[in-house]
């Protein structure tokens, strides 16, 4: 049973493009949670997801981010005209529909931009 | 709010040393409490967690923690690190057992010397 995959691993941008990351949930698993790590700080809560759901995005900026987890594929994270202080490292981890199911995480997506 | 605040970004220890992480939480609510480890270009993965029951806790790979409501800590110890122990670790609390919104500590890397 694979984990939780993330790609791309690595993103570079350059300020006013666009950041798209996947998550792709393990097998099973219907909730999805996004997490950013700002340097030298911990992981800190972004978004909530179940499919076609979003359950909690108090996490989230107010603008230039969204997330979805739609029926098919995986989670989408994505930021719009992207600045220097997006640079970061992005996990997701997902768990199984059971409440209170611990979830797995992702490897992370180390984003950069330029 | 939720916070955890762990002491000391990096800590040495010699193989066969003991271990202790130290983190310290502040909450308005019962606690509950986890520790995650990450390697190199993974996840994070669950070492342990508190669920208000026993107040010594056992995890994987020889780890333990203590939660001491008096101290508001939550510490990690291993009697004899492992050259394989290397890695990050982050202590983080939540109010309730499900692991929706976790609140995390900025880690420390554990550093392990022959």
């Known amino acids: 049973n694979a984990g939780v995959m993330q790609n791309p691993r690595h993103l570079v941008r350059r300020r006013g493009q666009e950041a798209r990351l996947r998550c792709s949930p393990m097998?099973?698993?219907?909730?999805v949670y996004w997490y950013r790590q700002l340097p030298e700080e911990g992981l800190k809560f972004m978004v909530y997801?179940?499919?076609?759901?979003?359950?909690?995005e108090s996490g989230m900026p107010k603008e230039r981010f969204s997330a979805e987890f739609p029926k098919e594929g995986p989670s989408i994270l994505r930021i719009q005209q992207v600045v220097r202080g997006d640079s970061a490292a992005y996990f997701c981890a997902s768990s199984p529909p059971t409440s209170g199911g611990r979830p797995f995480f992702g490897p992370g997506t180390r984003l950069t931009v330029l | 709010a939720q916070s955890v605040t762990q002491l000391g970004s990096h800590v040495s220890v010699s193989e066969g040393a003991l271990v202790l992480l130290r983190c310290n939480y502040s909450s308005s609510v019962p606690p509950y409490l986890f520790w995650y480890v990450q390697y190199p270009n993974q996840g994070l993965q669950l070492l342990l967690k508190?669920?208000?029951?026993?107040?010594l806790v056992k995890g994987i790979n020889g780890f333990e923690a203590e939660f001491k409501k008096s101290e508001t800590s939550f510490h990690l110890t291993k009697p004899s690190a492992h050259m394989s122990d290397a890695a990050e670790y982050f202590c983080a609390v939540s109010e309730n057992t499900g692991f929706q919104k976790l609140v995390f500590g900025t880690g420390t890397r554990l550093l392990v010397s022959p």
């Open positions: 997801l179940q499919k076609e759901n979003i359950i909690d």
């Open positions: 097998k099973g698993h219907s909730h």
């Open positions: 508190y669920t208000s029951a026993a107040t």
